[in-house]
T-cell receptor, first 114, second 116 residues
Framework: AQSVAQPEDQVNVAEGNPLTVKCTYSVSGNPYLFWYVQYPNRGLQFLLKYITGDNLVKGSYGFEAEFNKSQTSFHLKKPSALVSDSALYFCAVRFTDSWGKLQFGAGTQVVVTP | GAVVSQHPSWVICKSGTSVKIECRSLDFQATTMFWYRQFPKQSLMLMATSNEGSKATYEQGVEKDKFLINHASLTLSTLTVTSAHPEDSSFYIC????????????FGDGTRLSIL
């Protein structure tokens, strides 16, 4: 069985400060990890993925994520948050089937204040 | 690239009617599409996986006779909520993937369904 956990329901950060959204996972075998962002009444937008290789993955809109195998974590980061980054963020792990099903975390609401 | 269009974005209808939601991949061929349901401030719940030309695979607890899924072409999947009731009110989201190994899912903008 596999799972993904986002321990924080909400993260508050001031504009210009670093932003971190936490994600831990549990899988058997190699983990394939994704981050998505959702704005109100919208679908999800893909930010980045980790498949293999460099532990630091760079994605869209200035986001990056660090894969840490020993801590089974895949935290999302942005060096300087913007008010427009306020949204709901989901971490996801891919099932090992051939169809690409994803297991999503509960989501973390990010609030960036001016 | 990789745009998924979902229609309608919002629908309100009376209890007992059936509602069809369309999901189209606009600039790629989607061998697999997924249908999700999302409750307010909650995560996505996978309802079913749809492969072009074959029957959908439903997740445990999802009524296949209630939520009819058709994936007739490589660019179109539909979800029909049959005999809808107020408890079916929710935000429904589709996603699509090319089927290439380890490619991300691309999501539509969702459909807000309200049953009166």
């Amino acid at each position: 069985a596999q799972s993904v956990a986002q321990p924080e329901d909400q993260v508050n950060v001031a504009e210009g400060n670093p932003l971190t959204v936490k994600c831990t996972y549990s899988v058997s075998g190699n983990p394939y990890l994704f981050w998505y962002v959702q704005y109100p009444n919208r679908g999800l937008q893909f930010l980045l993925k980790y498949i293999t290789g460099d532990n630091l993955v760079k994605g869209s809109y200035g986001f990056e994520a660090e894969f840490n195998k020993s801590q089974t974590s895949f935290h999302l980061k942005k060096p300087s948050a913007l008010v427009s980054d306020s949204a709901l963020y989901f971490c996801a792990v891919r099932f090992t089937d051939s169809w690409g099903k994803l297991q999503f975390g509960a989501g973390t609401q990010v609030v960036v204040t001016p | 690239g990789a745009v998924v269009s979902q229609h309608p974005s919002w629908v309100i209808c009376k209890s007992g009617t059936s509602v069809k939601i369309e999901c189209r991949s606009l600039d790629f061929q989607a061998t697999t599409m997924f249908w999700y349901r999302q409750f307010p401030k909650q995560s996505l719940m996978l309802m079913a996986t749809s492969n072009e030309g074959s029957k959908a695979t439903y997740e445990q607890g999802v009524e296949k006779d209630k939520f009819l899924i058709n994936h007739a072409s490589l660019t179109l999947s539909t979800l029909t909520v049959t005999s809808a009731h107020p408890e079916d009110s929710s935000f429904y989201i589709c996603s699509a993937t090319t089927g290439a190994p380890l490619q991300p899912q691309h999501f539509g903008d969702g459909t807000r369904l309200s049953i009166l």
